[in-house]
């Protein structure tokens, strides 16, 4: 599921790149350390990895998580490791205990809002803002969960199911403490860290039959992720809107037909970039 993730959200919000070229220059690359957190199956990290066209010894590439079981099984060449850390231990776990200094030029991370609670962001930017040498730079790519499909002005009108699905996320979102309103708690949480240049954009991925190949592919995707929350729902019990998880994997086929209803239906990506200053 990650890797056709993958591949759907660099066709949709990454635009086909691993970067903001506009951010940061390929002229940048060069002998640079590079780290993806919360790197799953590993596919941005081993993507990146093999679009390099100079040579690739000039890069060495780290990609984190907290759990291994994912990592690729392949042979990778000698410039790109996987490790089992979290981003909160990045610095004592992994730039002091193989580097012995901060040494990161670009860091990447990528759908941590189910990973980590609201008062663990702080944290997690500050480890990466130590982490990263003058003039690094960090790329976070979050969905907007406080801003889901609604169909408002759709000519089909169907969309209570889509209401429902956004207020039991929003409640998810609380009882698991987790970060509601991204777009403008991380630009904050990252000027408090010390970063500048903070700069935020906004990304439209289709889904829904409208938008064609893609728009399956979207639909099949997040079907798939909000499906995947039902354990978490039943453990807040069922936020007091679902008797049985049967009941909520049956609202997520209501909205998946929903999407397929709507003339035009995305969910919102963030893309937030911002600098290390050299002093």
């Known amino acids: 599921r990650l890797d056709a993730q993958h591949e759907y959200l660099m066709e949709t919000v990454h635009q086909g790149c691993f970067y903001e070229k506009s951010y940061y220059g390929e002229e940048m690359w060069d002998n640079a350390f590079v780290m993806d957190v919360g790197t799953g199956s590993g596919a941005w990290a081993v993507g990146f990895y093999k679009s390099l066209k100079w040579p690739k010894t000039s890069v060495q590439l780290y990609a984190l998580d907290v759990s291994s079981a994912l990592f690729p099984r392949i042979p990778l060449e000698g410039y790109l490791w996987f490790h089992e850390t979290s981003v909160l231990d990045l610095v004592s776990d992994v730039v002091d205990g193989r ?160 999407w397929d209803e709507m003339s035009d239906c995305h969910f919102t990506f963030r893309v937030i970039c911002a600098r290390k200053p050299v002093t």
């Not at 592919?217 to 998880?245: H, P």
């Open 99 to 258: 580097k012995g200094h901060t040494s990161l030029n670009f860091v990447h991370q990528r759908l941590l809002s189910c990973a980590l609670m609201a008062t663990q962001w702080p944290i997690a930017l500050s480890q990466v803002f130590t982490a990263l040498n003058p003039r690094g730079v960090l790329q976070i790519v979050e969905l907007a969960w406080d801003r889901l499909p609604s169909g408002v002005g759709d000519a089909e009108g169907n969309t209570d199911a889509l209401e429902l699905l956004q207020q039991a996320v929003l409640t998810l979102f609380r009882r698991h403490s987790l970060l509601i309103d991204n777009g403008w708690q991380l630009p904050a949480m990252l000027k408090q860290a010390g970063f500048e240049n903070i700069v935020i954009e906004e990304r439209e991925a289709p889904v829904g039959k409208s938008a064609g190949e893609i728009g399956r592919r979207g639909s099949e995707n997040f079907k798939k992720m909000f499906k995947n929350l039902g354990e978490a729902v039943m453990k807040k019990d069922g936020l007091g809107m679902f008797q049985s998880e049967a009941d909520y994997q049956a609202l997520i086929d209501k909205v998946e037909q929903v």
